[in-house]
């Protein structure tokens, strides 16, 4: 499956209007950028001076911080709900591969209706709809 390279392409074309949106505009807009990634780094000697509380209210606050060691990036903390609306959208752009990846497979020709597909695995509408429902825990 192509889902690495859909989400490569995602990405890329993200950062491309990122950078030209930023640096097409004024130098204003430029240094809002640098002021905005230096408000969302912190060092991991923060950590090791009982800071963790007051880092982590602020990530809940105004969003994601990188943890800095040694001058490069070891970790990005989100706040729970910004990591999961990450992951619903990595997920709804995996939907969204499968689903590109399907329709180029689909060929009209080869659909069945549901009649076809009851009689093939011998289902029966009727019998189905008599029985008694089932409560699963």
């Known amino acids: ?9 995602l990405a890329d074309l993200y950062i491309d209007n990122y950078i030209v949106k930023y640096y097409d ?19 991991i000697s923060h950590f090791n001076r ?16 990188v ?7 070891e970790c990005v903390l989100l706040s729970p709900e910004e990591y ?11 939907l969204h ?3 590109i990846e399907r329709l180029a497979h689909y060929d ?7 009649e076809e597909v009851d009689r093939r695995f011998g289902f029966d509408i009727a019998e ?3 029985m008694d429902e089932v409560e699963f825990e």
Do not use: C, H, W
Not at 1 to 9: A, E, G, S, V
């Open 1 to 9: 499956m192509r889902l690495p390279l859909f989400i490569d392409k």
């Open 25 to 43: 505009e004024s130098g204003g807009e430029y240094m809002s950028m640098i002021r905005g990634a230096i408000e969302r780094t912190v060092s």
């Open 50 to 65: 009982g800071l963790a509380g007051k880092i982590f209210r602020e990530v809940k606050k105004t969003g994601a911080k």
């Open 67 to 73: 943890v800095m060691k040694n001058n490069v990036a």
């Open 84 to 94: 999961i609306q990450l992951m619903d959208e990595v997920n709804d752009a995996r």
């Open 97 to 99: 591969a499968l689903a």
């Open 108 to 114: 009209p020709e080869k659909v069945i209706t549901q």
């Open 128 to 130: 189905i709809e008599a």
